[in-house]
């Protein structure tokens, strides 16, 4: 089993910054890379970055390519996602995930409880 537990999100203005942190705990060395992704009302689950625990390579979906970092720090086990210039459409629930190799494929099997983040206008 892998644990994740997502810091608390927050409100803030449009053109702010916020950070995330997702701390990742359990077997984490079954764990391939960690994922955020987030969930607007309405919407469906979106992808929104991941990085690599070896060798740290990250991914982007392109709307907060440019906004949004993505890093890890290995030795906490812990995932950050800093957000910069943030927008009112950013808004939603935020996850983090766990990757994992199950029966020969990468898959997100778990999941923390979720953020809120909220970004007025």
């Known amino acids: 089993q892998v644990h994740l537990v997502e810091s608390e999100g927050g409100l803030v203005q449009a053109g702010g910054s916020l950070r995330l942190s997702c701390i990742v705990s359990g077997r984490t060395f079954s764990s391939y890379a960690v994922g955020w992704f987030r969930q607007a009302p309405g919407k469906e689950r979106e992808f929104v970055a991941a990085i690599k625990w070896s060798g740290g390579n990250t991914y982007y979906t392109d709307s907060v390519k440019g906004r949004f970092t993505i890093s890890r720090n290995n030795a906490k086990n812990t995932v950050y996602l800093q957000m910069n210039s943030l927008k009112p459409e950013d808004t939603a629930v935020y996850y983090c995930?766990?990757?994992?190799?199950?029966?020969?494929?990468?898959?997100?099997?778990?999941w923390g409880q979720g953020t809120q983040v909220t970004v007025s206008s």
């Open positions: 995930a766990a990757e994992v190799l199950r029966q020969g494929s990468y898959t997100y099997d778990y």
